[in-house]
């Protein structure tokens, strides 16, 4: 055989190898392709899904690539107002045959995604605030959201429902979670409690993926140890205050304040008041305790909208701050505002009507409210959670008044400077009265079984009215002295009433208040 036919047999041999290779690579790829619609299908079953997610699993013939796309449906979470029409509620999405135990028996060898005990978790909690009209303003709906297996990162092995940031981080806080770590940007997210527990990973070309469990069980089980869970009031003022953010009463166009922590009290100090006395009395109450915060605490029943909604008689809200009660809380503190009132009234400084808003019209709704409700309205009650809706109501009522009122004298001066006034002098309230008390001259001797300074740090609140109304006229307002003492006696009753209607719930520590209304993607898988 010559060197040319040589050759060209070689070169047939080589060129059928390299078919050969070409054939077997693209018989890999189908294969491949098959493999992965196969597995992708798969994972969108009923074993997995569960059976309402899993019958919105389809598939779709890709000519191109001769082989089937998966299709699968899953939900978005988000918290909604008011209700859009293309949400769907959680319990919606529930199967017919339960949830629980039977999730057990849909998914014997932990197949099912997590994020339906989630759903199922968040559903148990919200399904008892609804029982209470009106209709919170904060509600998980769920969005249904399609995507194609073709596009799940390597890393995920089962579909993932989606929400952002900041709903997870208000809706573990609602179920009871407490945040032990929250660093987004790190990757690391971690909350628990005694039934839930939440804990993130970052997934590559996705981000963060949770994982969540349950530790008591079935719902059957929980529901059966805790019939009634705690409940509290839903909306999007709330929402703001587990992220330590004071939103403003809108009826008086207050401005949205942080105070989560005390350098986010600092700065919203500088904002209110540029001379920095404000945030310098404050730093001089916390030189020995950082978490004192008497007197600076006053500013939110002052600046706070009215969260409880007739004719519910849920009241419980998240304190936006560390210590949220202040003197506007004790009992003690209402007995030694009215004697003080009472000696006001009777001098010649006594002002309006006491059929509106004056200081005769606070004077007689106190007693008008003493009279009717007893230790409820300024003393201890005896269960805060059985007070009726009329307590509520006739407080809410008086509150109103007070709103008019302010919004009537909006022209001569600002609401928020009168507060401003308050929050520069009652941090050193304690301080006086505790050296009074040291130095045995005080001028408020009825404890009522309470700390001894309490009492007198009301009083020294009206000690310092020559104060308010020497910062009121700095600020330029040509209004007298007796109209500036009658607004801030209104403000501090308007502080009672506030105080008296709602209950705070611990909130340590609040979540960074950059995250509020933040958009990150976070996934569940």
Request: hydrophobic share 30%; charged share 25%; aromatic share 8%.
């Given at each position: 055989?010559?060197?040319g036919k040589r050759v060209d047999i070689a070169a047939i041999i080589i060129g059928s190898a390299i078919a050969f290779a070409g054939l077997l690579i693209a018989i890999g790829q189908f294969l491949s392709q098959i493999f992965g619609s196969v597995e992708g299908y798969r994972c969108c079953q009923s074993s997995v899904l569960g059976i309402f997610w899993s019958k919105k699993t389809t598939t779709r013939w890709r000519w191109t690539q001769f082989r089937y796309e998966v299709l699968f449906t899953t939900p978005e979470i988000v918290l909604v107002q008011p209700t859009p029409p293309s949400a769907m509620f959680i319990?919606?999405?529930?199967?017919?045959?339960?949830?629980?135990q039977d999730s057990d028996k849909i998914a014997p060898f932990n197949e099912l995604v997590c994020w339906i005990p989630f759903l199922e978790s968040v559903h148990e909690h919200h399904e008892n605030l609804q029982k209470c009209p009106p209709p919170f303003d904060s509600v998980p709906m769920l969005f249904e959201r399609r995507r194609s297996w073709d596009f799940m990162p390597p890393d995920v092995i089962r579909p993932y429902a989606s929400t952002t940031l900041s709903d997870i981080a208000i809706l573990a806080r609602r179920m009871g979670m407490v945040w032990t770590?929250?660093?987004?940007?790190?990757?690391?997210?971690?909350?628990?409690?005694?039934?839930?527990?939440?804990?993130?990973?970052?997934?590559?070309g996705l981000g963060l993926m949770l994982s969540y469990r349950r530790l008591s069980g079935s719902r059957q089980v929980m529901l059966t140890k805790h019939s009634v869970p705690r409940t509290f009031v839903c909306s999007t003022q709330t929402d703001m205050m587990w992220f330590g953010i004071l939103p403003g009463?809108?009826?008086?166009?207050?401005?949205?304040?942080?105070?989560?922590?005390?350098?986010?009290?600092?700065?919203?100090?500088?904002?209110?008041?540029?001379?920095?006395?404000?945030?310098?009395v404050l730093k001089d109450l916390q030189h020995n305790d950082p978490r004192n915060w008497h007197g600076i605490c006053d500013i939110v029943p002052m600046v706070a909208p009215w969260l409880r909604q007739s004719p519910s008689t849920i009241n419980p809200y998240p304190r936006?701050?560390?210590?949220?009660?202040?003197?506007?809380?004790?009992c003690v503190a209402y007995h030694a505002f009215y004697d003080r009132l009472r000696r006001h009234n009777g001098t010649s400084k006594a002002t309006g009507p006491d059929d509106r808003p004056s200081t005769r019209w606070v004077q007689k709704t106190y007693e008008a409210?003493?009279?009717?409700?007893?230790?409820?309205?300024?003393?201890?009650?005896?269960?805060?959670d059985k007070r009726g809706v009329a307590f509520f109501d006739t407080l809410e009522h008086y509150y109103e008044e007070t709103t008019r009122y302010f919004l009537d004298k909006a022209p001569q001066f600002s609401y928020m400077d009168l507060v401003t006034a308050h929050l520069r002098e009652a941090p050193r309230s304690h301080r006086d009265a505790q050296r009074r008390l040291d130095s045995n001259t005080l001028h408020w001797k009825n404890f009522m079984n309470d700390r001894p300074w309490r009492g007198e740090a009301m009083v020294l609140y009206w000690e310092y009215m020559p104060n308010y109304v020497r910062y009121m006229r700095g600020r330029g307002y040509k209004c007298d002295d007796a109209t500036v003492e009658e607004a801030w006696i209104i403000l501090v009753f308007r502080a009672f009433l506030w105080q008296r209607t709602h209950v705070g719930l611990a909130n340590e520590p609040a979540l960074p208040s950059r995250f509020y209304g933040s958009g990150l993607p976070v996934y569940i898988g």
């Open positions: 055989m010559d060197d319990s919606d999405s529930f199967d017919p045959v339960g949830s629980g770590e929250f660093k987004p940007a790190e990757g690391v997210l971690q909350a628990q409690s005694n039934e839930h527990v939440l804990t993130s990973t970052v997934v590559r009463n809108t009826e008086l166009k207050l401005p949205d304040l942080g105070i989560g922590t005390n350098e986010d009290v600092q700065n919203t100090l500088m904002q209110l008041d540029p001379t920095g006395r404000a945030g310098k936006p701050c560390p210590y949220a009660y202040g003197l506007t809380w004790y409210l003493h009279e009717r409700f007893g230790e409820e309205w300024d003393g201890i009650s005896r269960d805060l």
